[in-house]
């Protein structure tokens, strides 16, 4: 069965600065990847995903994450970050092949200072 | 597009009182279902999911129960709340399509139990 680890439970960042949040996972095979967003008392927001091809994906809000077979990682990159990226990271993974269930990480609460 | 319904937003019942939380899904058919768990600093429990009608998997056993009525209508219930049961309810659904499982989340039920 799979596994998610997010090692940053908080991380504190400054308006502007760049940003990345850690995953790593552990899957015997091809894995599917994703990192979602939710905003207080809100939903989660898929940010993007991974399933194969180009290891650097791209997504929305100017978040991109990279898939690292050697390390079981894919981590979670913004060049700049917003105030309005305060938010919690949970990133996922599914297995490929076919799966109705998602294996989610523990999150990552992100607050951003002016 | 597909949108997915979650209500009531808010809930606030006693313990020992019945529970039922509805979530529908439109814009696809015969999409898989899903009903989360979030309590404070715990990140996300899978509590059932449902791949069809009257089709329903239990991950997590609990006083909880879930329903399938309908292609698009999933229900989460109650006979008696325990202050345990408080918490954010999220629904989410997927479509297998292409061997992906991308999971699109609801707005959630915040559930206080007093």
């Known amino acids: 069965a799979q596994s998610v680890t997010q090692p940053d439970i908080h991380i504190t960042v400054s308006e502007g600065a760049s940003l990345e949040l850690r995953c790593n996972y552990s899957?015997?095979?091809?894995?599917?990847l994703f990192w979602y967003v939710q905003s207080p008392g809100q939903g989660l927001q898929l940010l993007l995903k991974?399933?194969?091809?180009?290891?650097l994906v791209q997504g929305i809000k100017g978040f991109e994450a990279e898939f690292k077979r050697s390390q079981s990682s894919f981590n979670l990159r913004k060049p700049s970050v917003h105030w309005s990226d305060a938010a919690e990271y949970f990133c996922?993974?599914?297995?490929?092949?076919?799966?109705?269930?998602?294996?989610f990480g523990k999150g990552t609460k992100l607050t951003v200072n002016p | 597009s597909q949108t997915i319904h979650q209500w009531p937003a808010t809930l606030v019942q006693p313990v020992g009182s019945p529970l039922s939380l509805e979530c529908t899904v439109e814009?696809?058919?015969?999409?898989?279902l899903y009903w989360y768990r979030q309590a404070a600093g715990r990140g996300l429990q899978l509590l059932f999911y449902?791949?069809?009608?009257?089709?329903i998997s239990s991950e997590v056993p609990q006083n909880l129960s879930a329903s399938r009525p309908q292609d698009r209508q999933f229900i989460l219930s109650s006979k008696k709340l325990l202050l345990s049961d408080s918490g954010f309810y999220l629904c989410?659904?997927?479509?297998?399509?292409?061997?992906?499982?991308?999971?699109?989340f609801g707005p959630g039920t915040r559930l206080t139990v007093l």
């Open positions: 814009g696809t058919s015969n999409p898989n």
């Open positions: 449902s791949v069809g009608i009257g089709q």
């Open positions: 991974y399933f194969s091809g180009d290891t």
């Open positions: 996922a993974v599914g297995a490929a092949g076919g799966s109705e269930k998602l294996v």
């Open positions: 989410a659904w997927s479509v297998l399509a292409g061997l992906t499982d991308t999971q699109y």
């Open positions: 899957y015997g095979a091809t894995p599917y």
